[in-house]
């Protein structure tokens, strides 16, 4: 399997361009998570999904964040307008409904200018 | 609130030495207690899982033990080798939760020749 597959690797634009980040979770799995990562917080949890279905969106920092999960192999995170604060790592993890053990994906580096 | 804290921060070691990294939560209630690896530019590995009914896990070099009603879990490298060089988290699932994922901030080691 290829794991947890992330689109871009790597996404810098200007503050208030629209930004989406894609995810492709391992085939089977019923999870799907988003986290964000930053030296300031850690690795933060945003929402995460359960059968395609939004579960605890608790963590979306604000309203300019919206994730979605179309069909169970793909996922995306859409920042809209970006700003420079949201400049971090974001991850996104799947996982079966057993065991517990979460696969993450290699993580897109977001720069806001 | 689940807190969870990690110490140290950052650990420096000669190859071959064993060690030990500290990881601390507040609410003894947990369901589990996870062992991530995470290397520089890449996303988290799991390590090790231990159910909350176990005491401690080994995988190879590793082994992780769980001390619930001090709320304390430790991670043993034996013999350790620069490429166990990366950054160490933990996490637990809050009780309200157990899909979620609450991390600490980590353990830098640094392991040289």
């Known amino acids: 399997d290829a794991g947890v597959i992330q689109s871009p690797r790597h996404e810098v634009t200007e503050m208030g361009q629209e930004v989406t980040l894609r995810c492709k979770p391992i085939s089977g799995h019923d999870y799907l998570f988003w986290y964000r990562q930053t030296m300031m917080r850690g690795l933060e949890l945003l929402i995460y999904f359960n059968n395609n279905v939004p579960i605890d969106d608790s963590g979306m920092p604000e309203d300019r964040f919206s994730a979605k999960m179309p069909n169970a192999s793909f996922s995306t995170l859409k920042i809209q307008p970006s700003e420079p604060r949201d400049s971090a790592v974001y991850f996104c993890?799947?996982?079966?409904?057993?065991?517990?053990?979460?696969?993450f994906g290699p993580g897109t580096r977001l720069t806001v200018l | 609130k689940q807190e969870v804290t990690q110490i140290p921060a950052a650990l420096s070691v000669p190859e071959g030495e064993n060690l030990v990294l500290n990881c601390s939560f507040t609410d003894s209630a947990i369901y589990n207690l996870q062992w991530f690896r995470q290397d520089p530019g890449k996303g988290l590995t799991s390590l090790l899982l231990?159910?909350?009914?176990?005491r401690e896990q080994t995988s190879g070099r590793l082994n992780a033990s769980l001390d619930k009603s001090s709320g304390r879990s430790t991670l043993y490298i034996a013999a350790s080798q620069p490429g166990d060089s990366a950054t160490y988290l933990c996490a637990v699932p809050p009780l309200y939760n157990t899909d979620k994922l609450i991390f600490g901030t980590g353990t830098r080691l640094q392991v040289f020749p």
């Open positions: 993890a799947s996982r079966p409904s057993h065991p517990d053990t979460q696969y």
């Open positions: 231990i159910q909350s009914s176990q």
